[in-house]
């Protein structure tokens, strides 16, 4: 009986953990770091070996690539089309489901090739600075995006259900 209850706990520790775990994208061209990242179990990221772009999966212990560009592995089996039930999410769900995310970081930084648009751009720019946003513009040739965005399944499953 002890051990039922022992297995029970840890399989609900472990679901908990999923649950509230903090699920993280994270976008920065400046250092060139991008993935999206399950705390501790799960880290997807591109990576480019030998001029190939490759999608890399690392477990703990295991780490494997993915070649998108293959064709041979995604290849689909010819199925006999069977009738499919259309499952229409309404756009409240989805929009709150997206605005469950947190954004941590975001800075961007945008050159637009052109003194004129540039020029037109920078009160708008300040303007979104005043508004608490780390955007800005320049005239030296530089574009550049960090953006760092949290979320939890969680926070997305409360959101669909509200």
Known sequence: MASIIFTIGIISLIVFWLLFSPITVRLDTVNNIYYLKLLGILTIFPSWTSGEFKISIQFPFYRFELDPTDSRKWKKNEKVPSKKIKRNIP???IISVIRSF???KFRI???TDD???NALLTPLMLLFTHMGL???INFQ???DCQLII???LWRMGW???R
């Open 91 to 93: 756009i409240s769900k």
């Open 102 to 104: 947190k954004v941590k």
């Open 109 to 111: 930084n945008i050159d």
């Open 115 to 117: 003194y004129y648009w």
């Open 134 to 136: 780390q955007v800005s």
């Open 141 to 143: 040739g530089k574009n």
């Open 150 to 152: 949290t979320n939890s």
């Open 159 to 161: 959101a669909y259900l």
